[in-house]
């Protein structure tokens, strides 16, 4: 028998199998070694699946060939492509056995000891189970083969797994045709060199961040000539009658005074919008169900959105922000990952999150605006998506401004009328249900929205690193009202771009006793408004620096 170490090196990612089948024996064997590899809170949540069909296979083959076209379109030249495209990555129908690995993430609904750093934890377990089972086949003279270049939401639909069995990837199980002379295939044919020696480094002293300190800050546009008196005369001495410019004129003293400038220059705007799920949209709250929230995700990455189209027209740089998606997005994507759990509770009888992830939500959205500020930034723009999130807005406005929940409940999506009486009725139970503390934070851990919070955090944020913030529709001024009341003075950087036909949006902007610039009957969310105001915004900049005053164009005053 042969020592564990000449196992653990003789173990082969394994791309080519004789068609000798699979004993039952031997598969017993190896998942019963995959069952005794550690777990999590000893948690039990991976599961296998077994399969021998050659028409599941196939359409398993099929997902392959699609991803696989993908990726070598993703590759970095043509050379490389023809090298990838030359490789053997997959031996689903070839393999006599074909076995999926998956962890059931539904244990995380409970108390699970190990979770709470990280929920990945759970997949982390499954993986450890992978490795036995490798170990086992290689031991027994078979050997197996994980193909990840899959799409694994339609993997999932095609295999009918249910929404919290997540799988690790398709393993193409059989007895090994080649041992690639004892390396690993890609290095056998020259793609990578394996190192020799595994990457250790000692840390050997405490890294301490001081996240308060702004150095460098490349967004003070400070003028020593500044003052809103001076400000505002320069807009009063344009060629134009004092204040037709309107809105503009407004807009251009607001700009002005945040950079504290008479020359204000608006520099790489960028939109964010944090998507996630929630809780209550279990009990039908929105005319949409909830996998449309991680639906749009992959829409919104894929450039096919309403915010990709008017940020691309405006020249506004887009980021997309998981902030608690009911799905494991693949790492790869240009999704930045803010997930504080997988969608929130239900509050229609318990809390939407823990203290821990509120706080986590606002720590968050902040990093993820300084971020953005880091890059040269000095306007940001809010926007959202998550199925289920007005009504989580709804709440959330009621027992903040204390206004009756029918004046804060509107048709979000676009709910029928019975849907719409239902939604009261089913806010109303969950705001009689609460038994909490009155104070804010309590509210937000007992109704929040991770995307939310998120969006508060991010416009404290703004405001502490001196940006002009644009304020999307209803939910985003949701948003901003609980940032408001953590300070009130992010008012003054504050644009609010449009009046959302959410029936809730007016009486919340008057509530705060601001004014939209916009009004166009939009209730899409996603930050479309911010999008579609950008250019008026850069208008009111533009007629500041660049019209004439009485004096230069020699026109006379009134
Ligand atoms: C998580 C994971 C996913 C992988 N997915 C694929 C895959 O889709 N196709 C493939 O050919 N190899 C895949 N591999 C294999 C690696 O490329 C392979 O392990 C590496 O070349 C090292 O080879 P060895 O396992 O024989 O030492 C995967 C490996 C891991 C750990």
């Keep these: 028998m042969k020592t564990l170490d000449e196992i653990i090196k003789s173990r082969r990612d394994t791309r080519h199998f004789t068609s000798d089948p699979v004993p039952d024996a031997v598969i017993e064997k190896a998942l019963q070694a ?68 998956c962890y059931d993430r539904s244990v995380l609904n409970h108390f699970t000891i190990g979770t709470v750093g990280s929920n990945e934890a759970i997949k982390f377990s499954a993986v450890c189970a992978a490795q036995n089972i490798w170990l086992s086949l290689t031991e027994q003279g078979y050997s197996m083969g994980w193909v990840s ?14 929404e919290h069995i ?37 840390i050997k002293a405490l890294s301490l961040i001081d996240e308060k300190v702004k150095e460098n800050n490349p967004i003070l546009q400070k003028d020593s000539k500044f003052s809103a008196i001076a400000l505002q005369h320069k807009i009063d001495q344009k060629t134009k009658p004092t204040g037709s410019l309107g809105i503009l004129e407004k807009l251009a003293l607001q700009i002005g005074t945040v950079f504290q400038t008479l020359t204000p220059e608006i520099k790489q705007p960028h939109l964010v919008v944090f998507v996630a799920d929630h809780g209550i949209a279990q009990y039908g709250v929105s005319a949409y169900p909830q996998d449309v929230t991680r639906q749009m995700i992959t829409n919104f990455l894929e450039g096919g959105a309403a915010i990709n189209v008017f940020c691309k027209q405006n020249k506004i740089a887009l980021s997309i922000v998981d902030s608690g998606v009911n799905y494991d997005f693949p790492s790869n994507t240009k999704l930045i990952s803010a997930k504080a759990d997988k969608g929130t ?47 989580t807005a709804s709440v959330l406005m009621s027992v903040l401004c204390n206004f009756s929940i029918e004046d804060c409940v509107g048709r979000g999506t676009g709910v029928t009328d019975e849907k719409l009486e239902f939604k009261i009725d089913i806010l109303r139970k969950a705001i009689e249900n609460y038994k909490g503390s009155k104070d804010l934070d309590s509210y937000l851990t007992h109704f929040g929205g991770f995307e939310i919070l998120q969006m508060a955090g991010g416009m404290l944020e703004a405001f ?18 609980i940032a408001f009341k953590k300070n009130p003075e992010i008012l003054k950087n504050a644009i609010f771009s ?33 999008a579609l105001v950008f250019p008026i915004v850069q208008s009111a900049v533009a007629f500041l620096n660049e019209m004439a005053s009485f004096e230069s164009a020699g026109v006379s005053e009134k």
């Excluded at 502490?464 to 009202?481: E, K, R, T």
């Design 34 to 101: 995959g069952h005794w590899a550690p777990s999590v809170g000893l948690t039990e949540a991976t599961k296998y699946y077994l399969i021998h069909s050659a028409e599941i296979k196939k359409a398993v083959k099929n997902l392959f060939l699609e991803y696989d076209q993908k990726a070598a379109k993703s590759t970095d030249d043509e050379l490389q492509k023809a090298q990838y495209q030359a490789l053997k990555l997959e031996a689903i129908e070839e393999a006599p056995l074909g076995l999926v690995i």
């Design 166 to 202: 997540e799988p690790l990837g398709y393993f193409c199980v059989g007895k090994p045709a080649t041992d690639y002379d004892k390396q690993p295939m890609l290095q056998q044919l020259h793609w990578k060199q394996k190192s020799e020696a595994p990457c250790v480094t000692e």
């Design 345 to 391: 509770h239900s509050f229609l009888s318990g809390s939407a999150m823990s203290k821990m992830q509120m706080e986590f939500c606002f720590a968050k959205g902040a990093e993820i605006v300084t971020n953005i500020a880091k890059q040269g930034s000095n306007c940001v723009g809010f926007g959202e998506m998550g199925i289920g999130n007005t009504a």
């Design 464 to 481: 502490q690193q001196n940006m002009i913030f644009l304020v999307d529709g209803f939910i985003c001024s949701v948003a901003f009202l």
């Design 498 to 530: 449009h009046q959302s036909a959410e029936k809730a949006h007016k009486k919340l902007l008057d509530y705060l006793g601001v004014n939209a610039v916009l009004q166009l009957d939009l209730r899409l969310g996603e930050g479309t408004g911010c």
């Design 149 to 162: 270049i899959l799409n694994y939401y339609q993997f999932k639909k095609i295999l009918g797994l249910p």
